[in-house]
């Protein structure tokens, strides 16, 4: 049973435009919650994270919200850059994190110019 | 510094065949762990370690087995490959148990035939 998950397996946005990347989770006991953004060959790299005490955190043009009652997180980047192209994996541990990271399967970020 | 480095970036196996994938990292973090990736997935936890001398399971663990005998190096081993276990293994590390941002190596891909 997929305790994280992201829908959308790719996502189409101008540039320019903004970008909302969506992410479900349906443990309860997660209060920690990460993007990472990933390039081919690479290894993901940290975006922005959230703790379950916050509904927002922003950092630059990234801004993470969460709705508790929801079960739900959002990613949004405005504006919309050529670089933003990858794929996009929502995470999150639950209290002292020893578990580790539970990743949702990816969305990939398409930025047209 | 380097950060988390993995050796090697790319293996061939034969099924039935051993090896160990190396794992570095020079930041002093006491938790590490092992991740795979499979296409379509989200990356899974493999093992996982929150300091020398101590390690333990995370969601897939079976036919792999760690070790960690140092803060800075986590080896992953596989002790007879099977063609399930082809994959892109991530490395990563992290400060401590509840420091949710974890820092990825740039993985290995590991076939086996």
């Known amino acids: 049973d997929q305790q994280v998950k992201q829908n959308s397996p790719s996502l189409s946005v101008q540039e320019g435009r903004i970008s909302i990347l969506n992410c479900d989770y349906t443990?309860?006991?997660?209060?920690?919650f990460l993007w990472y953004k990933k390039y081919p060959a690479e290894g993901p790299t940290f975006l922005i994270s959230?703790?379950?005490?916050?509904d927002k955190n922003e950092d630059g043009r990234f801004t993470v919200f969460l709705n508790k009652s929801a079960k739900h997180l959002s990613l949004h980047i405005v504006p919309s850059q050529p670089g933003d192209s990858a794929v996009y994996f929502c995470?999150?541990?639950?209290?002292?994190?020893?578990?580790?990271?539970?990743f949702g399967k990816g969305t990939h970020l398409i930025i047209q110019p | 510094n380097a950060g988390v480095t993995q050796t090697p970036k790319f293996q061939v196996l034969k099924t039935g065949q051993s090896m160990t994938l190396q794992c570095a990292q020079d930041?002093?973090?006491?938790?590490m762990s092992w991740y795979r990736q499979d296409p379509g997935m989200g990356l899974r936890l493999i093992h996982y370690?929150?300091?020398?001398?101590?390690?333990d399971q995370g969601e897939v663990p079976n036919g792999y087995n760690v070790s960690r005998s140092t803060t800075e190096d986590f080896p992953l081993r596989l002790l007879s490959a099977a063609p399930s276990q082809t994959s892109v293994y991530f490395c990563?590390?992290?400060?401590?148990?509840?420091?949710?941002?974890?820092?990825f190596g740039p993985g290995t891909r590991l076939t086996v035939l």
């Open positions: 990563a590390s992290s400060l401590g148990l509840a420091e949710g941002q974890q820092f």
């Open positions: 443990n309860s006991m997660f209060d920690y």
């Open positions: 995470a999150a541990s639950a209290p002292g994190g020893a578990d580790g990271l539970t």
């Open positions: 930041m002093n973090h006491e938790y």
């Open positions: 370690s929150v300091g020398a001398g101590i390690t």
């Open positions: 959230i703790s379950s005490i916050k």
